[in-house]
T-cell receptor
Framework: DAGITQSPRHKVTETGTPVTLRCHQT?????MYWYRQDPGHGLRLIHY???????DKGEVSDGYSVSRSKTEDFLLTLESATSSQTSVYFC?????????????FGQGTRLTVV | AQKITQTQPGMFVQEKEAVTLDCTYD???????LFWYKQPSSGEMIFLIY??????QNATEGRYSLNFQKARKSANLVISASQLGDSAMYFC?????????????FGQGTELSVKP
């Protein structure tokens, strides 16, 4: 199994509070991704990174920011959590951005904003 | 605009029968890759099969095969001889070559239920 750890695995937070989710990998893969999964929407890309300090927005980036200061860690921050950000968040990693390179996923983080 | 479309929110199949899960995509990039992933109720994401836009033959991996129709921009997953363990969510995904960031976009998913 790819060495990807998401923390925390579960979190309940209040509206308006900041929240940071962490993705840690031991594979030394260059590419990292944050997705959210919601019923009827599948997996939607929030932000992704193609190297240390190189990040870009995905389809649903509003209300989220990311940072990648070292290869192994990719942080997703909800600056001021809202109920619409209640979701399951998945981190994924990929060795390269080449077309045929599969992505490996973490176990997911279930976030509830009350 | 939705780049990956899976029009079947849910499907049922009888055990031991074959089933086709639909996936259509939208891209102007001539070079792209298509993936299928399985997500069982445990929540993990499992890579199943890959098809490149320039691949001459349809991809196959065990009981999984990909019915790739480039002109129609479809990449349907075929599961032969369904098993109870195939009950899961299935996601189609695409990566385009022009995107240097290796962006990987997913569809909405199809929930497959295999009946005994």
């Amino acid at each position: 199994d790819a060495g990807i750890t998401q923390s925390p695995r579960h979190k309940v937070t209040e509206t308006g509070t900041p929240v940071t989710l962490r993705c840690h990998q031991t594979e030394n893969h260059r590419y990292m991704y944050w997705y959210r999964q919601d019923p009827g929407h599948g997996l939607r890309l929030i932000h992704y990174s193609y190297g240390v300090k190189d990040t870009d927005k995905g389809e649903v980036s509003d209300g989220y920011s990311v940072s990648r200061s070292k290869t192994e860690d990719f942080l997703l921050t909800l600056e001021s959590a809202t109920s619409s950000q209640t979701s399951v968040y998945f981190c994924a990693i990929s060795e390269s951005g080449m077309l045929n390179t599969e992505a490996f996923f973490g176990q997911g983080t279930r976030l509830t904003v009350v | 605009a939705q780049k990956i479309t899976q029009t079947q929110p849910g499907m049922f199949v009888q055990e031991k029968e074959a089933v086709t899960l639909d996936c259509t995509y939208d891209t102007s990039d001539p070079s792209y890759g298509l993936f299928w992933y399985k997500q069982p109720s445990s929540g993990e994401m499992i890579f199943l099969i890959y098809q490149g836009s320039y691949d001459q033959q349809n991809a196959t991996e065990g009981r999984y095969s990909l019915n790739f129709q480039k002109a129609r921009k479809s990449a349907n997953l075929v599961i032969s001889a369904s098993q109870l363990g195939d009950s899961a969510m299935y996601f189609c995904a695409m990566r385009e070559s022009y995107n240097q960031g290796g962006k990987l976009i997913f569809g909405q998913g199809t929930e497959l239920s295999v009946k005994p």
